[in-house]
Each structure stands twice: as C-alpha cells, then as structure tokens.
Nanobody, 119 residues
Framework: QVQLVESGGGLVQAGGSLTLTCAVS????????VGWFRQAPGKERDFVAF????????NYAEYVKGRITISRDNAKNTVYLQMSSLKPEDTAVYYC????????????WGQGTQVTVSS
C-alpha cells in the first residue's frame, strides 16, 4: 500500500517562505511522478508542480513559476516544495500525489497540509 505523507505547512506572513515535504512510502513505477496540488476554500483543486524520480523532470503551473521549486531526494523517498514570496492567495491545503509516468491520473494521495499566508 502506497502512502504519501505531507508536512511542513503552517502560518507565514506574506512575502515569506515555506518548504513542504512529501514522504513517499514506495518509489516504484506506479509512483514515478510525484505532484503537488492545492485547494483553497470553496475552490477546485489546482495543479502546482510535479517531478519524476527517474531523471528529475519537472513541470510547473504558470501561476507559480519563479516562486516555487520542486525537488526530490531519491535516497529518502522525499519530494520537497519550496515556496517563496508567498501571497495570501497561496493559502490552501497542499496535497502531494503520485502516478505512473505517462498516465494523467494520480492514483495515490496524501492527506494534505494547510498553508496559511497572512497579509
């Protein structure tokens, strides 16, 4: 059973930085792509970024480019989401998820971690 556990959320002032962590229990073909998503209150869940274990390929949503960096530590089965210049509109629950490379559907999800940016 694949498990993803997010951590690192919290309260931060606008302009501040935060790094989220996603610990993945198994690094296999079925979890080759690890992505971050976020969902603000009353809004749909949005894609933020993804990275592949093999090769470290990355992809970012346009609205976060330049402010967010996704990285991974293969030895620790951990993916990081470094966020800077945070804005109140970045307030959301952030989820990490995993899927097979080449398939659009994310099969495994974490429980989420709350990020609150105060103005």
């Amino acid at each position: 059973q694949v498990q993803l556990v997010e951590s690192g959320g919290g309260l931060v002032q606008a302009g501040g930085s935060l790094t989220l962590t996603c610990a993945v229990s198994q690094r296999t073909v079925s979890t080759d792509v690890v992505g971050w998503f976020r969902q603000a209150p009353g809004k749909e869940r949005d894609f933020v970024a993804f990275i592949t274990w093999s090769g470290g390929s990355t992809n970012y949503a346009e609205y976060v480019k330049g402010r967010i960096t996704i990285s991974r530590d293969n030895a620790k089965n951990t993916v990081y989401l470094q966020m800077s210049s945070l804005k109140p509109e970045d307030t959301a629950v952030y989820y990490c998820a995993a899927r097979i490379f080449g398939k659009p559907k994310y099969d495994y999800w974490g429980q989420g971690t709350q990020v609150t940016v105060s103005s």
